[in-house]
């Protein structure tokens, strides 16, 4: 749900739309701020709204956004054959379903669960439900070990939003571990010093939002261990969940560490599928407690479903599905690494134009920061995006929160479509904005000109 502002003001100049005469006989204006007494024709409404829908940015050359802006022309046509289904109405889609349930089978053995086959999971509308759902088995599971006080969480400054809201909405301490120096994001040693005997668990992100590093899982764990033995581990790997496996197969991050209760990742980032649909598994049927899942009578047979959204269309899942088949585990390794290739590359080449000093280089996530060097005095990151937005390019300009607000850097998202031809041809643009920006004695842009934010489909 999005609060919107009906007050004063207008989001055009107009109130009015004038419809081109060329699509009706008789001139019609429209109003775009109330329903409209009488209706149009289904070709003029359309040309009305594509019009206005030109303005927006090119999905393709955004490269502040981890969600997918391709699929195939057969996956398009798929998810088009599903758009009326819904999800939730599992007796009356019950191959859509079958095919959800297959997912987080495939997912569970994906992370190495103990037992695949009997795998607890389900999809959401993306990770922020799937964080969601997993932090409140955290905290049932804190509650039925006989957890008194006000439970807290653990995670780090550079978690997304949905951990935040998630504290907020069901009344738990978020211990926020701030970034300090070099360091941006959790480590072990931090982890351990903010766990008590109320923490329902430690949250540690596989693919931090701000740089693309991993955080140390296994490091983690083994801390736990040794300290707080109560307190479990959920994995947001939102993004490094779908990259790990198929890039870094001996890394230890996932179900084989018997610390992690849960993983959650978005279908709709680098499960390269269009938005919206998540996933949420849990390491067996003791991770999540009985009594936050609905038993629903399905085809005679029982339904377990958990889930804080109702309705929802099954097109998302059936192309989550398609995708498993049409890629396989060697599909999605080819595209993960080349992703990572480009990545790298790119990261190389900015850091040889000079004029930048480079945080990550795309070798975790495919994902890459970077910052303008301490000697660069007349533009700051946000010219920089700023002159990039003109040529098409959209790459956000950002400063890390607090204790290092100080540093403010560009971020560099490669997913899949993003191709060594494209890497190219940014690369000439970016060279194209450093030549003009050089012409200036000072910055023009400052932090408060960047509208980006770290949300959950970020």
């Given at each position: 749900m999005t609060l919107a502002n009906t007050g004063g003001n207008r989001d055009s100049s107009r109130d009015l739309v004038a419809v081109n005469p060329v699509f009706v006989a008789e001139p019609v204006e429209v109003p775009r701020n109330s329903m409209p007494a009488g209706g149009l024709a289904a070709d003029v409404a359309y040309q009305i709204v594509h019009d206005e829908l030109?303005?927006?940015g090119n999905a393709r050359l955004n490269m502040a956004t981890f969600v997918t802006t391709w699929m195939e022309p057969t996956a398009e046509r798929l998810m088009a054959e599903c758009f009326d289904k819904n999800m939730i109405d599992k007796d009356e889609y019950p191959r859509t379903a079958a095919l959800e349930e297959r997912c987080v089978r495939m997912l569970a053995e994906l992370w190495h669960a103990p037992d695949a086959s009997a795998a607890i999971g389900c999809s959401t509308t993306g990770s922020s439900e799937a964080c969601m759902l997993a932090g409140l088995a955290m905290k049932r599971r804190w509650q039925h070990r006989g957890g008194q006080g006000r439970p807290n969480i653990v995670m780090g400054a550079n978690v997304q939003i949905c951990w935040e809201k998630f504290a907020n909405y069901w009344e738990v301490e978020a211990r926020v571990v701030p970034m300090d120096g070099d360091r941006f994001h959790l480590t072990a040693e931090e982890a351990v010093?903010?766990?008590?005997?109320n923490t329902i668990g430690v949250v540690a992100v596989l693919g931090s939002t701000f740089d693309g590093s991993y955080e140390p899982v296994a490091e983690i764990c083994a801390a736990l261990d040794e300290h707080h033995p109560h307190v479990p581990v959920h994995v947001d790997g939102a993004s490094g969940a779908m990259i790990a496996p198929f890039c870094d197969p001996e890394l230890e991050w996932?179900?084989?560490l018997a610390r992690v209760c849960s993983i959650n990742t978005s279908g709709h980032k680098y499960g390269l599928v269009y938005p919206g649909v998540g996933w949420v598994v849990w390491r067996d049927k003791e991770s999540l407690p009985d009594d936050l899942v609905f038993h629903v009578n399905y085809l005679g047979g029982d339904m377990p479903t958990f889930a804080l959204n109702f309705s929802r269309p099954g097109a998302q899942v059936v192309a989550q599905y398609f995708t498993f088949l049409r890629l396989g585990f060697d599909g999605y390794r080819r595209v993960q690494q080349y992703c990572r290739d480009v990545?790298?590359?790119l990261s190389q080449r900015v850091a040889?134009?000079?004029?930048?000093?480079?945080?990550?280089?795309?070798d975790q996530l495919p994902v890459f920061a970077f910052t303008v060097n301490d000697d660069v005095t007349g533009y700051s990151v946000f010219d920089v995006s700023a002159h990039l937005r003109e040529a098409g390019w959209l790459v956000p300009a950002y400063s890390f929160p607090e204790n290092r607000t100080d540093l403010s850097v560009l971020r560099l998202v490669v997913r899949n479509g993003m191709t060594h031809d494209l890497a190219d041809l940014f690369m000439a643009d970016l060279e194209r904005v450093i030549s003009n920006l050089e012409r200036q004695e000072k910055p023009l842009r400052g932090k408060e000109s960047s509208s980006f934010s770290h949300g959950a489909g970020k």
């Open positions: 030109m303005l927006d010093k903010y766990c008590d005997e996932d179900f084989r990545a790298t590359s040889d134009l000079g004029p930048f000093h480079i945080l990550t280089r795309g």
